[in-house]
């Protein structure tokens, strides 16, 4: 009988021990959503030549019922360099539409910077460290 109970404290031992080496949490939290409607889209990024186009992790698309703070989290990342962009895709296409002059008609936002530029933000302006630590960022949308 008491190889079993061995062999279960040892699993949860190691199990234990593995999440720790899995990497960093960021949790984000999007704010300032200014309408119940569309999806959040919320990407996760670890390059300029990738920003924008193809996320290393991508959250589930949010469906917006109330205008409430969403929060959602990236599990695994390793340490390295990251950015974030979020959409608010109120006509549930998955893309960012933008005007006859390519000025965004949907809410979006990045992390680190508050304000959006003309153009498409830098990666390095929007990036921030991930070490070894958990993560909790806020994000607030903004409209262009």
Not at 132 to 144: F, G, V
């Amino acid at each position: 009988m008491r190889l079993p109970i061995f062999a279960a404290l040892l699993g949860s031992f190691f199990a234990s021990h593995s999440l720790a080496d899995d990497g960093a949490t960021i949790t984000v939290t999007v704010t300032n959503i200014p309408g119940a409607k569309g999806d959040l889209l919320i990407g996760l990024y670890n390059s300029a030549d990738t920003f924008t186009v193809t996320p290393l992790k991508e959250s589930p698309k949010v469906p917006l019922t109330s205008t409430d703070p969403v929060t959602v989290k990236f599990i695994g990342v390793e340490p390295g360099t990251y950015a974030i962009a979020v959409i608010q895709d109120l006509n549930q296409n998955g893309e960012l539409d933008k005007n006859f002059i390519g000025i965004p008609k949907e809410p979006l936002a990045f992390s680190i910077i508050t304000e959006i530029p003309r153009g498409k933000p830098d990666f390095e302006a929007c990036s921030f460290e991930v070490a070894a630590e958990d993560l909790e960022m806020e994000i607030p949308l903004t409209s262009k």
